[in-house]
Structure formats: C-alpha cells, structure tokens
C-alpha cells in the first residue's frame, strides 16, 4: 500500500520536475494531427482532443526548447490509427498507442489533457472507471490504467482477463475476475482535466511560468503534508492507528532533501482550512494531502 502510495505521488511529481532534468542526444522533433511517432525517440507524449490543439502548442514549444523532446497526437488520430485497431473502446485505443509509442519512440512521460464535457458524463479524453465495489462506491476513475502497459510476462495489461465489457473487477470478499494485474506503470502518466479552451490556456501559462521561474527560489526546498486519521477506529476497529499522517511522514522520509512542515489533526496544527491557506501562501515545492473526499470536500 505504501509503495503503491508513493508511485502514484511520483507519477505527478515527475510530469512537472521532468523538463528540467532530462537532456537529449537526439534532435527535435513535433507533430500534430497525423503525426507517426519517430524511432529517434521522444521523451514526452501529450495526447489530447483536437480542439485544444492550438492551446497546448506552446506547452510543446516550451518543452523542446528545455530538450525534452515532446510531441502532440490528438484523440482523434488515435481513434483512427493502425496501432489501435484492437481497442475495444477510446480509452484502450489510447493505451494501446501509449504502448505502440513507448515500443517506437521509447517515451518516458505521457501526459493526457481533458475532463469532463460541461457537467455531463462526458469526457474530452477518455478515462477508466474499474469496478472494485467495497460497499461504498462500485467504480473508480484511475489513469494508472494508461500507465500500467505490460503485465509481468510482457503481455499487454487489459485490465480485463475475463474479456466482458467491465475492468479491474474486484469485488469486495470474492476472488477478483480481473486478476494477475501487476498495478506497475511502466512509464509516467498525469493528466490536466481542463474543461475548456481557457482552462487549457491557463494552465499552460502556469506550467511554463513555474518550470522558467521557480530554479534556486528557497521555497522549492520546502515540502508541506496535510494529514490526519484518514479513517476512524469507531467505524472500524481494523481501521488502527492514524493512517494519514503515518502515510505523510513516509512520503516526507522519502523527500528528506526537502524542509517538512506538517499540519497534522493529532498534535493541534491542523484545526481548519484557514491552517491550510495560510501555509500554502508560505511557499511549497511539494504539498502533499493525504486523506479522501469528493469534488466539493477533503476528507
């Protein structure tokens, strides 16, 4: 569970601190559209719809100019593509090029930039929802799906051994239908669930803002956990000790470069969201919130 904790931390930490620390032999190379990923190889492969195209391009200006060499390929040449045919759906197709681009071009990072269409259950970029009902909810969105490319042997990880239209099936006291998924990412997924044209603009304007500007600032070296006990003893006795803030302490051993702050419920320095705010507005290279909640909720 800690390890699994720490790769998905890792998963978004790597997307933002990447342009900076990884160089190129090879010269650079984008595409859009129609693109067909290169054999000299690429580091990064942004996928998104085509509308946000025009939007997202100087975020691949911005990388090849820092040799991390990226390119675009839209949702809609995937759906047409050679190398997805066997996708039983978008989201598979889009795993299967990741496979085809990882095998062809040797990326290291993926990033995928779409959320939901509107308030509809419609998405620009397609998402996983797999199916491990325990009693509380009977699906979960995951992205570690697009990351998680081989299963041990090599063979490509479905998520779906037993072939139906479901993934990642699991439910709670039964022996999983999905099974022998290894849950390894075998290359960095992140997304930027941006809803619109101008989401996507500000937050470009925001990443290339961050990775041009922040270089030797005293506040990177600072990391800031948010915790608490996750879940109650009362609820369930197997649920012991004071699981959210042992999950950040072990995150914070992991960062020891980094100069901790916490905000803890157990010790008093965590008594609300004004605690959050006011410690945000310190200066953080690295927040990391542990616990669970909803789109308008923390847990």
């Known amino acids: 569970m800690y390890n699994q904790k720490i790769i998905a ?4 930490i790597l997307f933002f601190l990447s342009a900076g620390i990884v160089t190129s032999e090879y010269s650079v190379k984008v595409k859009t559209e129609s693109m067909t990923v290169s054999t000299e190889g690429h580091d990064l492969l942004i996928i998104a719809p085509e509308i946000f195209t025009d939007e997202l391009s100087s975020l691949v200006d911005h990388k090849n100019d820092m040799d991390m060499k990226t390119t675009l390929v839209t949702l809609e040449t995937i759906q047409t593509s050679d190398h997805t045919v066997q996708g039983q759906d978008d989201a598979e197709k889009m795993k299967y090029y990741i496979k085809y681009a990882l095998e062809t071009s040797d990326i290291s990072y993926v990033l995928l930039v779409g959320g939901r269409i509107g308030q509809s259950n419609n998405w620009y970029l397609p998402v996983r929802y797999v199916h491990m009902d325990n009693g509380w909810e009977s699906q979960f969105m995951s992205d570690l799906y697009f990351a998680d490319i081989y299963n041990q042997d090599g063979s490509f990880s479905t998520w779906n051994t037993d072939s139906d239209s479901y993934f990642g099936e699991w439910i709670e006291g039964t022996m999983p239908e999905d099974r022998d ?26 990443i290339i803002t961050y990775e041009t500007s922040t270089y ?10 948010i915790a608490g006990d996750t879940y109650l003893e009362i609820d369930d006795p197997l649920w012991a000790g004071i699981e959210g803030e042992e999950y950040a302490n072990l995150a914070l051993d992991h960062m020891n470069e980094f100069t901790p702050t916490r905000l803890f419920l157990s010790d008093g320095t965590f008594t609300g969201s004004q605690d959050v705010i006011d410690a945000y507005n310190q200066g953080f290279g690295f927040v990391y919130f542990v616990g669970h909640g909803n789109p308008r909720t923390w847990g």
């Not at 931390?9 to 978004?12: A, P, W």
């Not at 998924?181 to 619109?196: E, H, K, Q």
């Not at 030797?216 to 956990?225: G, I, R, S, T």
């Open 9 to 12: 931390i890792g998963i978004v």
């Open 181 to 206: 998924i290894d849950l390894y990412p075998d290359v960095a997924v992140g997304r930027l669930p941006c809803r619109s044209e101008k989401e996507v603009t500000t937050v470009v304007e925001k």
């Open 216 to 225: 030797d600032e005293p506040w990177f070296n600072k990391m800031l956990a």
